[in-house]
């Protein structure tokens, strides 16, 4: 089936540590992008990719460090300077990047603090 | 349960009863409308979209209607079942004056209790 995974579905970190999300899609999508969702309220850009080997900030990146080496693979990391790290996490893919195109989503990583 | 969704607004409707889940988007210029459906624990899913040259659009069970006088979006579902329960939250895209990439802007949503 195509989709998109995300592993692991739960994720714990200690203070200080750095934590990798991991995101694979096999919808042959060029752009792949990262959002975090905190309750009540609507998804944040954290960082998007258009093509392999690149990818672009978004509104919140701020702690958060990503890259783009193969097409269908996305991880991104939350470092320790994340100082608010408890979020779901959600991995997105669409055709093209922007357009009038839906965006996919996988099933999220919850992350919290140990 | 997941957290997801704590203090949204909520729309209780009986099973077999039509629903209409309302959006209020953002900027006037946006010209791409999705609607997704997230249930707890999972990723949102993709609904139905509809384009700023439409006013309406209809897949299986559910109908998209575009007011673009008062900004408006909402989400119809006919005959809602149990398994129609989850969050519905839209999502708005404008075409940037200086070109490059134009993201989707997410509401907050609406969770949607069916009840039997």
């Known amino acids: 089936d195509g989709g998109i995974t995300q592993s692991p579905k739960y994720l714990f970190r200690k203070e200080g540590q750095n934590v990798t999300l991991s995101c694979e899609q096999n919808l042959n999508h060029d752009a792949m992008y990262w959002y975090r969702q905190d309750p009540g309220q609507g998804l944040r850009l954290i960082y998007y990719s258009q093509i392999v080997n690149d990818f672009q900030k978004g509104d919140i990146a701020e702690g958060y460090s990503v890259s783009r080496e193969k097409k269908e693979s996305f991880p991104l990391t939350v470092t320790s300077a994340q100082k608010n790290p408890t979020a779901f996490y959600l991995c997105?893919?669409?055709?093209?990047?922007?357009?009038?195109?839906?965006?996919?989503f996988g099933d999220g990583t919850r992350l919290s603090i140990l | 349960g997941e957290s997801v969704g704590l203090h949204l607004p909520t729309l209780s409707v009986q099973e077999g009863d039509n629903s209409i889940i309302n959006c209020a988007y953002s900027?006037?210029?946006?010209?791409?409308f999705i609607w997704y459906k997230q249930e707890s624990g999972k990723g949102p899913q993709f609904i139905i979209d509809i384009r700023s040259n439409m006013d309406k659009r209809q897949g299986q069970r559910v109908t998209v209607l575009l007011n673009k006088t008062v900004k408006h979006l909402s989400l119809q579902i006919a005959a809602t079942q149990p398994g129609d329960s989850a969050v519905y939250f839209c999502?708005?895209?404008?075409?940037?004056?200086?070109?490059?990439?134009?993201?989707?802007?997410f509401g907050a949503g609406t969770r949607l209790a069916v009840h039997p």
């Open positions: 999502a708005e895209t404008y075409p940037l004056i200086s070109g490059g990439y134009n993201k989707l802007i």
């Open positions: 997105a893919s669409s055709i093209l990047a922007g357009g009038k195109q839906p965006q996919h």
């Open positions: 900027n006037s210029a946006s010209d791409y």
